[in-house]
């Protein structure tokens, strides 16, 4: 052993410093797309790019409005139909303890990887064939579902740490289940529900599979949930992958706005987290 | 009382629903499937043709693009994100240092799909296209390689998540006594650590392969769209989720979109297995701590 303690603790040494740049490196990638969004993106925004419509390809100009518009549709369409269901659910697995909520636990955490593309075919066979098209709902219900686990999940585990104590002594002044639910169960755990729904929002903002045929896309602006409607990530895939150059400069812009609105909502996850924290 | 029972079982409810809809997706997608199961039966499995002109649709093209993109994606990424979890739970515990890294990783799974793919069609082919220059093959600058390239650096931030907290799980106490033993920190580490919390990092592997196998719009934007099964890694392809992106929208007939939609059945059922797998592993592991 003893002629070995130089070579071991070089070894030692050398693993530190590989674990370090190994480390290190991984960073470089995530610079160099933030560098490239934002050089690129920002020579493109003024002022106009967030109140134009997008011009013929070849023309100069042109703004990004109607997808700005259509993702607010179609978060908003999401949120109101996972909000409910989400947060039920989740007060339901946390309260009740049987064979059917196990599996409903089990299948909801499976389910939870499952491709998003996958959900858009499922979306387009439930809404899109029986409505006979494409349209902004469809596209909301897509989002709605990859919501729903997160939702859940971040729903189960605040409302599990709540204190029994706390139910007891609503119990104890003769409120009823319901209300002691409704009332002090939720509120208190609403930081960790509300930071759930963030996180959930923040997800599916910037998907695109699940929108590729449901909500399909436009260059109109559209506020009719039962029209196709565009959106920023979809955008983003429609303009990069086209021929024209000016399309491309218009990518570049729309992901710096995505990506900026992305990590907002990111931060604010962050900074719910820390306010609302359910702390018992 | 009676508002109590209508609101336990509205709770109730809202679990069936989810229940419904998790059960109703594998129905709808086996349903929708049977024209293609009826017409190509086990040669849908085998055939490596697939063409919607002549309607012969075989799935061995996308099958094999995609484990060649997930298993590249996985092999390049797993130094880096074990490196970044023994930084995190090992090196530096704390510090400005970590917070970054700690940050960047959760940046790094919070950027959205389509701006990977815009960012590698626009700065990443164009280098891969010159490296295939110089080595004197056919420069297509998409194909495989551009998309596990992009595929390991966005599934870096899951496996080294959980690596890091089953690394963070091993007891002090074995990790002291080989201290106490001598041991430098890279043998703690090689034999104490590892093989500590290696069914942990197995389960985080697992789960970024599943996240692979399932991405979408970052590898449709560089993989190149060839519906044949690649020679090399140079070559371009498709993988099963990314022709379902491309074809779905433009399906030319009924059976057409009907083997697409097998291929999305196929692709539920292979994540399906692989998160299980990977659920399973971590559950023991819960239960051993």
């Keep these: 052993m003893k002629n070995n303690i130089g070579k071991r603790i070089f070894l030692n040494h050398l693993f530190k410093v590989l674990i370090i740049s190994l480390s290190l490196f991984t960073i470089i990638p995530l610079f160099l797309i933030l560098y490239h969004i934002v050089k690129n993106g920002i020579s493109v925004i003024d002022f106009e790019f967030f109140i134009r419509l997008p011009k013929p390809p070849g023309e100069e100009g042109g703004g990004i409005l109607h997808s700005l518009v259509g993702t607010l549709i179609l978060v908003i369409i999401a949120f109101i139909i996972a909000t409910p269901l989400g947060i039920f659910t989740g007060v339901f697995l946390a309260e009740v303890k049987d064979r059917f909520s196990n599996n409903l636990r089990f299948l909801i955490n499976i389910i939870q990887g499952i491709p998003s593309i996958v959900i858009g075919i499922l979306v387009y066979i439930w809404i899109v064939i029986p409505m006979g098209g494409f349209s902004a709902f469809a596209g909301g219900v897509a989002l709605a579902i990859m919501m729903l686990p997160v939702v859940i999940k971040s729903t189960e585990e605040t409302i599990k740490m709540i204190p029994d104590t706390l139910k007891e002594a609503s119990y104890s002044l003769g409120v009823n289940y319901t209300r002691t639910i409704l009332k002090v169960v939720i509120p208190s755990g609403f930081g960790g529900i509300a930071s759930g729904l963030i996180v959930a929002i923040s997800r599916v903002a910037g998907e695109t599979a699940p929108l590729l045929f449901t909500a399909f896309g436009s260059s109109f602006l559209n506020v009719n949930p039962f029209k196709p409607i565009d959106a920023l990530p979809l955008l983003v895939f429609n303009y990069a992958m086209s021929l024209y150059e000016s399309w491309h400069r218009i990518a570049w812009g729309a992901s710096f706005v995505l990506l900026v609105f992305v990590l907002i909502l990111n931060v604010l996850v962050k900074i719910a987290g820390a306010k609302w924290r359910t702390r018992f | ?289």
């Design chain 2, 1 to 289: 009382m009676n508002i109590d029972k209508i609101f336990k079982a509205g709770l109730f409810l809202a679990g069936f629903i989810t229940m419904l809809l998790i059960i109703a997706s594998f129905i709808s997608l086996l349903i929708e499937s049977i024209p293609a199961i009826k017409a190509f039966g086990i040669r849908f499995l085998t055939s490596s043709t697939w063409d919607p002109v002549l309607e012969e649709f075989g799935f061995l093209p996308f099958f094999i693009g995609t484990l060649l993109t997930s298993i590249m994606a996985l092999l390049i990424s797993i130094p880096f994100s074990l490196a970044v979890s023994l930084f995190l739970s090992e090196y530096f515990k704390s510090g400005i240092i970590s917070k970054i890294l700690n940050y960047a990783t959760d940046l790094l799974s919070g950027i959205p799909s389509v701006i990977y793919g815009f960012w590698g069609l626009f700065v990443l082919m164009p280098v891969v296209r010159y490296i295939e220059m110089k080595l004197g093959i056919i420069p297509y600058g998409v194909g495989i390689l551009t998309a596990s390239l992009i595929l390991s650096i966005m599934i870096i931030p899951f496996s080294s998540s959980v690596a890091r907290e089953v690394i963070r799980l091993v007891p002090s106490d074995i990790k002291e006594a080989a201290y106490s033993m001598g041991a430098t920190h890279f043998e703690v580490i090689r034999k104490i650590i590892l093989p500590y919390s290696k069914s942990g990092i197995f389960a985080g592997i697992m789960l970024a392969f599943g996240r692979a196998l399932g991405e979408t719009m970052a590898v449709t934007m560089v993989i190149g769209n060839a519906n044949r099964i690649p020679k090399s890694l140079f070559e371009p392809g498709n993988t099963l989720a990314s022709v379902i992106a491309n074809e779905f929208a433009e399906a030319s007939s009924d059976i057409h979109l009907s083997a697409l939609i097998e291929l999305g059945l196929l692709l539920f059922i292979v994540t399906l297995i692989i998160n299980f797998a990977g659920s399973l592993v971590i559950k023991r592991f819960e239960i051993e701590k």
